[in-house]
């Protein structure tokens, strides 16, 4: 059941919000790092489709997309950006979202800035505002969500650039609460997607259905406002247990702060980055030949392989979402660039070896939560010489330079170059009209 005070704290709660300096710093962090995956994935395979589907949306060209000279509907271009974000599973999680919130909510509150000619500094005002709506109601949901087979960046994501994008307009309480409402509405997204072109385009499908719940608000549009309440509210209808988390502890801290965002060292689902860190690290330590390698098994906790959903891969791309693939490329190559996870057949040698490699569940480890201590993985090799090696992996290594990163996905023109320093000092007007004539020259 829902708790019908939820949708008018909620309401409130985006309203008042105002993110100290430690909110809007790790924000600032948020903005670069997303950027890093979309200026990557540009060229990504679903993006062309995706343009010659929409066929020139209508609307006032007023929005810039990241890697193309012309600008176009903020709507089109919130789709796109968020796609184009999400192509290369290289940005961002957030463990109370369960999913990734900054492809989802920057890409709708770009369109709206350009638009509207809103400063940076409100810009990520109203991202940490959105960040903190999604992972609240992903906490009012819980795990059970995730496991019923939702895609918490789709059907959260919604939630999360509405409440953004609403912070941003100043909307009043009952246009905040249509917002909310209309956006709710839309959610949508499923887990079978995963390893398809449709997995990114759930974040731009989830951006522009955020934006055009803000848009509609606006224009008057009615819709009920009380979309979190009661046994037929968003909470109650998608499985949540725990309505009032949507409200309670809000912005204390911040979910941006902590637990925080977690920035990917790889282009690969986040849940195969513990076993990629504990095969990297053997490899190293012990000078692996991979032909030496009779199998391996990685150990999860019950529910920590569920968004690994490929076992045999036949493209780099489905390779993003096979632990196997995972563990043969680190345990071959010694890395995982953004090229293993290409678009590409899968390399003979990668492919025997992931045959090799097979998953196990921890019986008597607690299942996967909100908790991170319950996240783990464990990569047992054995040898032919006859020895077994093995590494626990609690806490898989972050980007610990996101500009970097940012170079390493982006390349180096120079409009594109100096997009870390824009994001790390932008406040107003201006600088946001030098970030999004960047995107225009990716």
Request: with cysteine; net charge negative; charged share 20%.
């Amino acid at each position: 059941m829902g708790d019908p005070s939820i949708t008018a704290d909620l309401v409130r709660l985006i309203r008042a919000s105002a993110p100290g300096p430690e909110a809007i710093a790790a924000a600032r962090d948020g903005v670069l790092d997303v950027l890093a995956s979309a200026f990557g994935g540009v060229g990504d395979r679903a993006i062309a489709p995706l343009e010659v589907a929409l066929g020139g949306e209508g609307g006032e060209a007023t929005a810039s997309v990241i890697g193309r000279r012309e600008r176009t509907a903020p709507l089109t271009a919130a789709l796109l950006n968020g796609t184009i974000g999400h192509a290369l599973d290289y940005d961002d999680v957030q463990r109370s979202v369960g999913g990734h919130p900054s492809t989802v909510i920057l890409p709708a509150l770009f369109a709206l800035a350009e638009e509207q000619g809103r400063t940076a500094a409100a810009l990520l005002d109203a991202y940490v505002v959105g960040v903190e709506a999604m992972a609240r109601i992903g906490l009012a949901l819980g795990r059970q969500h995730y496991e019923a087979g939702f895609h918490p960046t789709a059907t959260l994501g919604t939630i999360g650039a509405a409440a953004a994008t609403a912070f941003l307009a100043g909307l009043d309480d009952a246009g905040t609460a249509r917002a909310l409402g209309l956006a709710a509405t839309q959610s949508a997204g499923l887990r079978l997607q995963f390893g398809s072109d449709a997995k990114p385009l759930h974040a731009g499908l989830a951006a522009r259905a955020g934006l055009f719940a803000t848009r509609l608000a606006l224009a008057g549009f009615g819709a009920a406002e009380d979309a979190f309440d009661g046994p037929t509210g968003f909470i109650a209808v998608y499985g949540g247990e725990e309505p009032k988390r949507a409200v309670e502890g809000w912005g204390e801290p911040w979910q941006i702060v902590s637990p925080g965002l977690i920035f990917k060292r790889y282009a690969c689902c986040a849940a195969s980055h513990f076993a990629a860190d504990a095969a990297l690290a053997l490899k190293q330590e012990h000078a692996i030949d991979p032909a030496s390698v009779v199998d391996a098994t990685v150990t999860f906790a019950r529910g920590g392989d569920a968004a690994l959903t490929v076992r045999r891969p036949r493209t780099g791309l489905e390779g993003r979402f096979s632990v196997e693939y995972v563990v043969a490329a680190a345990l071959t190559d010694g890395r995982l660039g953004l090229d293993l996870f290409a678009d590409a057949p899968v390399r003979p040698e990668l492919a025997a070896l992931a045959s090799r490699v097979e998953r196990r569940i921890d019986p008597d480890a607690p299942p996967v939560s909100n908790d991170p201590a319950t996240r783990f993985s464990t990569v047992e090799i054995r040898l032919a010489d006859g020895r077994v090696l093995s590494r626990r992996v609690d806490r898989p290594l972050p980007a610990d330079d996101l500009a970097a990163k940012f170079r390493d996905a982006a390349g180096s023109a120079p409009a594109v170059a100096a997009v870390p320093e824009i994001v790390r000092t932008m406040r107003s007007r201006d600088d946001l009209a030098v970030l999004f004539a960047a995107f225009r020259a990716a």
